[in-house]
């Protein structure tokens, strides 16, 4: 079965840095880009970065271009946003979400971001 | 605001049909493929259609899409209450080099 679990979202104070990881199984995690997308709460949803299936195109959403960084490691089946200064509008339910058509998402994980 | 625009809402009664709009621009819905992904009230959203109007395998054929020029629709036959949900089309941009989503639409089974 193909799935995507999130991990490592929490309380964090504005200012404050948080790694996100999503690990993937049942497929070849390595023939896959990979997205993160974010839903703020009552809110749509926002893309947030793409990475490529060997990390060599990366791209990010300007809202958080600079703040955020995406990676991941093949050999362990897994995804990664370094997320740093963050700010009261990055919080939101975070998803891990397969491809580049976004054809699998993961359950996500909440990162609130309050003093 | 969102770079794709869709109804806040929609709404029908069971076994009618339903149409939900995107609209977006060139750089977006009018030079790439359409994905529809439904959201059930505390779940991950959930690929419906992707390129424009494939059903991935176990979405039953009430679910359809179609897409023209820079614009898409969802149409959703036979209305069952389970089908309440919100509903958000997305493409890729080309000139932000960035996935984009329409607003979402929160459909009622009344």
């Known amino acids: 079965e193909v799935q995507l679990v999130e991990s490592g979202g929490g309380l964090v104070q504005p200012g404050g840095s948080l790694r996100l990881s999503c690990a993937a199984s049942?497929?070849?995690?390595?023939?896959?880009?990979m997205n993160w997308v974010r839903q703020a709460p009552g809110k749509g949803l926002e893309w947030v970065s793409y990475?490529?299936?060997?990390?060599?195109?990366?791209y990010y959403a300007d809202s958080v271009k600079g703040r955020f960084t995406i990676s991941r490691d093949n050999a362990k089946n897994s995804l990664f946003l370094q997320m740093n200064s963050l700010r009261d509008e990055d919080t939101a339910e975070y998803f891990c979400?397969?491809?580049?058509?976004?054809?699998?998402w993961g359950k996500g994980t909440t990162v609130t971001v309050s003093s | 605001q969102s770079v794709l625009t869709q109804p806040p809402s929609a709404s029908g009664t069971p076994g009618q049909r339903v149409t939900i709009s995107c609209s977006g621009s060139?750089?977006?819905?009018?030079?790439?493929?359409v994905n529809w992904y439904q959201q059930l009230p505390g779940t991950a959203p959930k690929l419906l259609i992707y390129s424009n109007n494939q059903r991935p395998s176990g979405i039953p054929d009430r679910f359809s899409g179609s897409k023209s020029g820079t614009s898409a629709s969802l149409a959703i036959s036979g209305l069952q209450s389970e089908d309440e949900a919100d509903y958000y089309c997305?493409?890729?941009?080309?000139?932000?080099?960035?996935?984009?989503f329409g607003g979402g639409t929160k459909l009622t089974v009344l």
């Open positions: 049942g497929f070849t995690f390595s023939s896959y880009s």
């Open positions: 060139s750089s977006n819905i009018g030079t790439n493929t």
């Open positions: 979400a397969r491809g580049h058509s976004i054809d699998v």
């Open positions: 997305a493409a890729w941009d080309d000139s932000l080099n960035a996935w984009v």
């Open positions: 990475i490529s299936s060997s990390s060599s195109v990366i």
